[in-house]
């Protein structure tokens, strides 16, 4: 990740850490580590916003950065009594547009000294120790953080974030980031991307293509997003093949500015393979109820989205862009706090989610593809070892993404490796996900998961099961290879 000889130098963080208590398997665990732990970071799909690196200014303050826009934190402290607005969090105005940020140095050292109060809260979660590997190893802060040290570190941050070190450009380099997607939907103009581009910047930042809005009927804005992707295209969206016309062109816009990825959110992992007739009579149905103001049947709108991934897929094998699959998440389950605030403050919940069947129409139409690749992701855990592992190790088109978001902690990572590596190996994953829009844990996160791989293989080495040198490499290929293979980086 860096050579920085100033990183890790903090007692706060461990040189062992996550690595084998068994000294003999810790010692393994430490040289596979140490194979591994400067390579450069592949973050193939996340929610950082380009801006940062199109502006290049600098990062505002503590509060704004490292606190507001994560949710690990928010959902956390609001799950122990505070409110969203004590941690800088402001109600969406009537229109429905967030507020602005919090505003004055006093209200957010306030905010600050908030958080570091309740900094125990964390203790034994994945927030801390990135958290911790963030003010130890970037800002060079005294770790954890107390209330006894919160100005301390706030203003220590504070200063770092005036200091041209610290500007975004600058720091994508010194974590070691080779390639990095954000995530926009078909109507973003990529005005971002373009100006990153354009300003001969050599840090390579790329987007994903996120089509939930104008593909999830049920999905707030979908039929005024339907009328803006026509417009965008000057294709019919009002009509079935107006409609895949429109995602071609966009499709072809985000390729050409670097996108190598789709990513579906949906709700379930359902599929479809519907005759032509048979959706085009659907999307009628759909556009006629959204363009008339009326809430689309919940059938239909689940139908929808399931022969949208199958048509996804064909036209991933004609533009040769990935195919990832994110279902399971109960989006905005708090009604109250999404109300007030909108999406993205804490309040999405993992449900149990099947895959054989759902990703069977699909799989029996391009599972078979050797040029196509689908990475499907899961918030539950009990369909690792029962179905995506076992689907993952026969489909030649389908590979498993690493867990995420609730479970990319030490222990769901770990679990992800036990659960699968028996059926689909190592070479039908495709290493690890930061998925986050905190940019500043993105090397932490890594670092995690690179500690916990290699404590994997590790145990195989110890117990005679994979000789060191093939677990060299295999590390090398979860932590560098696999992902920039998968996603055609």
Known sequence: MSNDSNWESAAALHPDR??????????????????????????????????WFADNAPFSDPVSLLLTPDHYITRMLYSQGLALEELGLSPRTPGGHAAGAVAGDTERRAIWRRFAGHYHVFRGTPTRLWLDWVLSAVFGTEAPLTAANADRTYDRIAERLTQDAFRPRALFERFGIEVLATTESPLDDLAHHAAIRASGWKGRVISAYRPDPVVDPEAAGFAAGLIRLGELTGEDTGSWHGYLAAHRKRRAFFAQMGA?????????????????????????????????????????????????????????????????????SWRNHNASLYERFGPNVGGDIPVQTEYASALRPLLNRFGNERSLTIIVFTLDESAYSRELAPLAGHYPALKLGPAWWFHDSPEGLMRFREQTTGSA????TVGFNDDTRAFFSIPARHDVARRIDCSFLARLVAEHRLPEDEAIAVACDLAYNLPKKAYKL
Do not use: C, K
Request: hydrophobic fraction near 40%.
């Open 18 to 51: 996550l690595f084998p208590a068994d000294p003999g398997t810790r010692a393994v665990a430490r040289r596979l580590y140490n194979s591994v732990h400067a390579l450069p970071i592949i973050s193939p799909h996340g929610h950082t916003d380009p801006r």
């Open 260 to 328: 190598t990825a789709t990513d579906h959110g949906h709700p379930t992992a359902r599929t479809a393979d519907l005759s032509s007739r048979m959706a085009e009579s659907l999307f009628g149905r759909v556009v006629r109820t959204a363009l008339a103001g009326g809430a689309v049947a919940g059938a239909d709108a689940e139908a929808f989205r399931a022969q949208m991934l199958t048509e996804m897929a064909r036209m991933s094998l004609d533009d040769g862009m990935v195919l990832q699959i994110h279902p399971g």
């Open 425 to 428: 190996g190592f070479y039908n």
